[in-house]
């Protein structure tokens, strides 16, 4: 028997009616979905016929929020729609705003910034690197990934003051420097996680029955991937090779080699090695910039005016987010809030692709595709 | 692809060394956290510093900070006419809808408000997470001194400012 006719037992009466399709709601409320998201499937028994992400049910209006709130206030929401990359995604306002206002970051922030980026990469794939085999049933995994996070979160507690939430980042820098000793606390932190991630790369990795879960389900193409605007591990696991930090560098990546991780195989394994990896990467990233850190002397901000005014004008900005592009259009009318800030947010796109992947999918398949787009669903309604 | 079951006894290896470590775990409540000075956890309130200018209120992005004061007239011997000066009667941030920014803290012209990482107060009745003046005031003795920062960086604004008013004077 093939693998194939393993996975499918056919049970019934045996009297040969054909069976109605039956439709299936999976969530809003399932713990699978990182959130409150729903799946509207057309099922054939236990094979997937169609299926329809509806979104919406996170929706807080964010982007409308950000209209009546000024520069400061923005980055508190920012950081909350996309809850497990904070940094990054105050990161991308930030940017958007000081492009348009053509202010220039000192060195010293700007690579503290890509420091702070990156230990919030890891935290954010420690997170899905723990929460996904939990998800299909490995309970196991999840605690040494939480180990590694919370060293990680107390570095960024110590610097920040925040665990999630850091309104680390303001227009022109950083809100305040780094405690004495930080980068070297820093450092020991970003070791101890190294050492930490071969225990849970032996534990999930190369795991007989994860392995079984995930290898060959839930293919998704590169022509897929592209055509629906998937990034990051999602779409980098299909091959298609593209990441911000190297194609178009923002803050200082052009200085560093960026490695950028991608297999080609396309399924829910690629994917799952993808971010794994990811974290070895983003390890040593961190650890560059803490160096380069150490060697740089000078502000974290420059000094802003009292009541913070973008000109009239619009800029866009995009960075590569730990899951995927986020995008920041700003458009400005010269007051103190902006008249419009759009987000374009990775999670959204990625959750987009479940139209054709899941079609074809049985339903105990589901979860472990689901969980392996790795979204979060504040961002995918904001 | 290796020998069937190599991963589920790599797995178990890890596992077994694991059992042989201390546990990580914290034993909260019976040990407190250690929490960095900067950890936001509670805002206390210095009430001596206030001068009633409103800032924190205005600034706060969901406008969980209720002032009320009045004026007062303070008669100073020798000077012309009386001053006039605000008088706080209410002070309170209501915890149930702070967003835990920090921006209060920030835009703070008088250092009236700081930060502690105290986090004990939760309470049964959302009510109660309004604090009044009394109990903001009552965090002060929990602020703890700020760190020093990176000597590669530049020091802390209150810093650069005493240093400047020792070598005026």
């Known amino acids: 028997m093939t693998a194939e006719a393993l996975r499918e037992v056919t049970a019934g009466t045996g009297t040969g009616l054909d069976t109605a399709d039956m439709v299936l709601n999976i969530g809003p409320q399932h713990p699978s979905t990182h959130g409150v998201l729903r799946l509207r499937l057309v099922l054939d028994g236990e094979r997937v016929v169609a299926c329809e992400p509806i979104v919406g049910y996170m929706h807080r209006g964010a982007e409308k929020l950000f209209e009546v709130r000024d520069y400061r206030q923005i980055i508190v ?20 705003v000081e492009r348009l206002m053509g202010i220039e970051v000192p060195e010293r922030a700007v690579w503290l910034r890509m420091a702070l980026a990156e230990l919030n990469r890891v935290l954010n794939h420690l997170m899905f690197l723990g929460s996904y085999p939990l998800e299909i049933g490995a309970i196991t995994p999840v605690f040494y990934a939480f180990r590694e996070r919370e060293t990680i979160q107390a570095v960024l507690e110590e610097a920040s003051g925040g665990r999630m939430h850091y309104m680390f980042n303001r227009i022109g820098g950083l809100k305040e420097e780094v405690p004495a000793g930080w980068t070297d606390r820093a ?3 970003v070791d101890s996680v190294r050492r930490g991630m071969a225990d849970l790369d032996a534990i999930i990795r190369r795991n007989d029955i994860f392995l079984a879960r995930t290898v060959g389900v839930g293919v ?22 593209l990441d911000l930090r190297r194609d178009e560098p923002y803050l200082a990546y052009g200085e560093l080699d960026v490695p950028v991780v991608t297999r080609t195989a396309g399924d829910c394994h690629a994917r799952f090695e993808v971010l794994l990896d990811q974290v070895y990467a983003s390890l040593d990233l961190a650890q560059a910039c803490l160096d380069r850190v150490d060697r740089l002397t000078g502000p ?21 987010n730990p899951l995927g592009i986020n995008g920041y259009y700003l458009v400005s009318r010269g007051e103190k809030t902006p008249w419009r800030l759009k987000l374009r947010t990775a999670s959204y796109a990625n959750v987009q692709a479940l139209t054709t992947l899941l079609p074809g999918c049985l339903v105990p398949d589901l979860i472990a595709i689901l969980g392996s787009m790795f979204f979060v669903v504040g961002d995918i309604d904001k | 692809m290796g020998v069937p ?91 149930s809808l702070c967003m835990y920014c920090g921006i209060c803290v920030e835009v703070c012209p008088f250092d009236a408000l700081y930060w502690s990482p105290e986090f004990e107060y939760a309470e049964h009745d959302i009510r109660d997470l309004l604090h009044g003046r009394q109990r903001l005031g009552e965090w002060m003795a929990t602020v703890p001194p700020p760190p020093a920062h990176d000597p590669r960086g530049e020091p802390a604004k209150e810093e650069t400012a005493a240093r400047k008013r020792a070598g005026s004077a």
């Open chain 1, 77 to 96: 929401l920012a950081n909350r729609h996309d809850w497990l990359s904070a940094f990054a995604s105050e990161l991308g306002v930030v940017l958007a």
């Open chain 2, 5 to 95: 079951g190599e991963g589920l006894a790599k797995g178990l290896a890890v596992t077994l060394k694991t059992m042989t470590r201390r546990s990580h775990t914290q034993q909260y409540p019976d040990v407190q956290p250690e929490l960095p000075p900067r950890s936001r956890g509670v805002i206390a309130l210095l009430e001596e510093n206030c001068t009633v200018c409103m800032l924190c209120a205005r600034e706060c992005p969901d406008w969980c900070i209720y002032i009320d004061s009045h004026k007062e007239e303070v008669v100073v011997p020798g000077a012309a006419r009386a001053r006039q000066r605000n008088v706080l009667d209410r002070f309170d941030i209501d915890f």
């Open chain 1, 300 to 320: 974290v901000n420059v000094r802003l005016p009292k009541v913070v005014k973008a000109p009239e004008g619009h800029a866009y900005a995009w960075t590569e």
């Open chain 1, 220 to 241: 998704l193409s590169a022509a897929d991937a592209a055509a629906y605007g998937a990034s990051g591990p999602v779409a980098r696991a299909s091959g298609l090779d």
């Open chain 1, 187 to 189: 450092r020991t932190a």
